[in-house]
């Protein structure tokens, strides 16, 4: 018998009990089996699970639980190393500098990219088992997430940039440029299967052709999403940028003045809403001051919202609830969409920000649940039904980061199959034969914020 046999079969019999207690142990078998043959012949690799048995009960729970985390360990065999240590989101200065560091090792824009593209998906293993482990709460998932996303974006900004000024024989950018996070990137919201909405911005340096700094921005932009895009080891970060003014039909990249003239001009009630969750967190920090300094009368009018106003964000609101709940879906079980879901928790706490956010210091942020704590505190809404939306709004926002680490890929409806309904419940802390309770818990706590909602957002 090799050594290698000797210390799987040592293993074996821990590492079979261990599946076995998890929603799908043949999966974990087979996630084992694929990763000792990847990692076998590395000195550490079984000496470490032997040796280590923290390390190995987490593998083990995490393979025959989650295929998001299974993926991500295929795609990452090192990151078995992560399991022995502290799984909770690394700060975004520490990320952005080891992802720059990486990148400026490398000889081409291409492989820098990469370079960072595997930094984080080594980060999303790190968040992802935390969460799956029930070591890290699901706000502080949203925070990691995000500030992941931040310093990926700030790292891939400056090689693009580099990339482009090379292109064409520039020494000096001919603009200043930011990258604004919008939807729920901007409110700290993220969740494992998310795309970074995003605003881009740029301001030309003195002297500089319109012209010619506007085609350079537009360039650093593409060069952002199609690097971030590429099909690779890791999940691809799809920037989206499709909330800009004018939509998909117009510019990518827009100057701080057009952004003045545009929202002066044509700003509506539902753009300040869309603006609430507006934070320029990447690129130069002038730039990103100066463009939040814009929009911060826009999305907290100092008369607050009149009673047109009001009524057409109801309006909106309405039409959303009718025509955007997919065909066939269950608008009792359908996570963001549904009734007591994401959507009307975020949007009646977004309401009380645009009539109150001018008097009312504390409703001035991105975030759902600092919004809610502020206008409890300002007496806008009870304690009572302040802490139903919040207990609603956490409840539906684990299940939704707990369907995608069940299934690898996300999705917005309580699953229907046993298998993967076992495996929420199991990352949810329920035990694996009381998927019942834990549908019933969903829906006891979302009926009980769809009575604030309907109280608070639509009378």
């Not at 083990?60 to 502290?86: I, M, N």
């Not at 998932?141 to 931040?150: A, E, I, N, Q």
């Not at 970060?237 to 003045?257: H, S, Y």
């Not at 409890?376 to 207990?391: F, K």
Request: proline share 5%.
């Amino acid at each position: 018998m090799s050594r290698t046999a000797n210390i799987q079969r040592a293993l074996l019999p821990a590492m079979l009990q261990w599946f076995a207690e998890c929603p799908d142990p043949d999966a974990g078998l087979f996630g084992f089996r694929r990763l000792s043959e990847a990692l076998g012949s590395t000195p550490w690799y079984l000496s470490t699970l032997r040796d280590e048995g923290e390390v190995a009960e987490r593998l083990a729970h995490l393979l025959a639980t989650s295929r998001y985390c299974t993926d991500l360990l295929e795609r990452e065999p090192q990151g078995v190393r992560l399991l022995g240590g502290d799984l909770q989101p690394l700060a975004v200065d520490a990320l952005t500098e080891e992802m720059l560091a990486t990148a400026g090792r490398q000889d081409d824009p291409e492989r820098a990219v990469r370079a960072i593209r595997a930094v984080r998906r080594r980060e999303l293993l790190r968040i992802a088992a935390g969460d799956v482990l029930g070591l890290t709460d699901v706000a502080d998932v949203g925070f990691g997430l995000t500030r992941l996303t931040d310093a990926t974006l700030e790292a891939t900004l400056a090689v693009a940039g580099e990339a482009v000024r090379q292109q064409r024989g520039l020494d000096a950018a001919p603009t200043r440029m930011a990258v604004v996070a919008m939807g729920r990137y901007g409110g700290f919201e993220l969740a494992y299967g998310s795309d970074a909405d995003v605003l881009f911005v740029h301001d030309p340096e003195e002297g500089v052709e319109p012209h010619v700094a506007a085609s350079y921005a537009k360039a650093v932009a593409e060069e952002v999403r199609r690097a971030l895009a590429l099909p690779g080891g890791d999940p691809p970060l799809l920037v989206d940028a499709d909330l800009r003014p004018e939509g998909k039909q117009g510019p990518l990249v827009r100057t701080l003045d057009s952004y003045a003239a545009y929202y002066a001009k044509w700003s509506k009630v539902w753009e300040a809403q869309a603006l609430l969750r507006a934070d320029a967190v990447v690129g130069d920090p002038g730039l990103r001051r100066r463009f939040t300094e814009l929009i911060d009368p826009l999305r907290y009018p100092a008369a607050g919202l009149s009673d047109d106003d009001i009524l057409e964000v109801r309006r909106i609101k309405a039409r959303v609830d009718r025509e955007r709940l997919p065909r066939g879906a269950d608008p009792a079980l359908h996570l963001k969409l549904g009734r007591g879901g994401l959507a009307d928790i975020e949007w009646t706490v977004q309401l009380l920000q645009l009539r109150h956010g001018a008097e009312v210091p504390g409703l001035r942020t991105t975030q759902t649940l600092a919004a809610l704590r502020a206008a409890t505190e300002a007496g806008l809404i009870s304690g009572d039904d302040a802490d139903l939306l919040s207990t609603a709004w956490r409840t539906v926002s684990r299940v939704r980061n707990a369907v995608t680490l069940a299934r690898g890929k996300p999705g917005d409806q309580m699953p229907r199959t046993s298998r993967e309904r076992r495996a929420v419940a199991g990352i949810l802390g329920f035990p694996l034969d009381q998927t019942d309770a834990m549908v019933n818990d969903y829906l006891r706590v979302t009926r009980h914020a769809r009575t604030v909602v309907e109280r608070v957002f639509w009378q």
